[in-house]
T-cell receptor, first 116, second 112 residues
Framework: QQQVKQSPQSLIVQKGGISIINCAYE??????FPWYQQFPGKGPALLIA?????SEKKEGRFTISFNKSAKQFSLHIMDSQPGDSATYFC???????????????FGKGTLLTVNP | NAGVTQTPKFRVLKTGQSMTLLCAQD?????MYWYRQDPGMGLRLIHY???????AKGEVPDGYNVSRLKKQNFLLGLESAAPSQTSVYFC???????????FGPGTRLTVT
């Protein structure tokens, strides 16, 4: 059972446009939602993360929107640049019985291409 | 700081051969993880460790073993490689329940 569903699989955007990647989850125990960015030949790196006590978090051109009732969250990249071309993964985590979060469940990824 | 390093970067194995992938981190992190990445499948957790001397199974542990004898190292072993284990393997570490995982550069393994 896929616990975090990510769409679309691939996305092509023109330079200056807005890129939007969506994720949905089933498990209401999830309480931490990061996005990771991966360039070709590199390991993923944390881009931005949110907890469900806020509906939006912005860092520069990157914004996470979170809808707790719909169990959905999305990544918006404003003024997309060719350098943003990468694979983006959403993820979710829930606390264990000891109250610690340390296991991430990843979506399948979205390959973003920003054309110049 | 080198962060998270992985050895080797590339490897080709024949079916049935064994090998060990080494992950090392110099950030004094407690938690370490092994993932595999396959096209269209995202990142799937193989095994993880919450501290020196401890290991636990992740989502896809079959065919793999791990050891964490030293805090800075996390080894992933394949006892009898199969073509289905052809993948890119990533190691990651995190300080604690802060949840930021730092990934290594990956090991591309091909099993023929």
């Amino acid at each position: 059972q896929q616990q975090v569903k990510q769409s679309p699989q691939s996305l092509i955007v023109q330079k200056g446009g807005i890129s939007i990647i969506n994720c949905a989850y089933e498990n209401t125990a999830f309480d931490y939602f990061p996005w990771y960015q991966q360039f070709p030949g590199k390991g993923p790196a944390l881009l931005i993360a949110i907890r469900p006590d806020v509906s939006e978090k912005k860092e520069g051109r990157f914004t996470i929107s979170f809808n707790k009732s719909a169990k959905q969250f999305s990544l918006h990249i404003m003024d997309s640049q060719p350098g943003d071309s990468a694979t983006y993964f959403c993820a979710a985590s829930r606390p264990n019985s000891g109250g610690s979060n340390y296991k991430l469940t990843f979506g399948k990824g979205t390959l973003l291409t920003v054309n110049p | 700081n080198a962060g998270v390093t992985q050895t080797p970067k590339f490897r080709v194995l024949k079916t049935g051969q064994s090998m060990t992938l080494l992950c090392a981190q110099d950030m004094n992190h407690e938690y370490m993880y092994w993932y595999r990445q396959d096209p269209g499948m995202g990142l799937r957790l193989i095994h993880y460790s919450v501290g020196e001397g401890t290991t636990a199974k992740g989502e896809v542990p079959d065919g793999y073993n791990v050891s964490r004898l030293k805090k800075q190292n996390f080894l992933l072993g394949l006892e009898s490689a199969a073509p289905s284990q052809t993948s890119v393997y990533f190691c990651a570490s995190s300080r604690d329940s802060s949840m930021v995982q730092y990934f290594g550069p990956g090991t591309r393994l091909t099993v023929t």
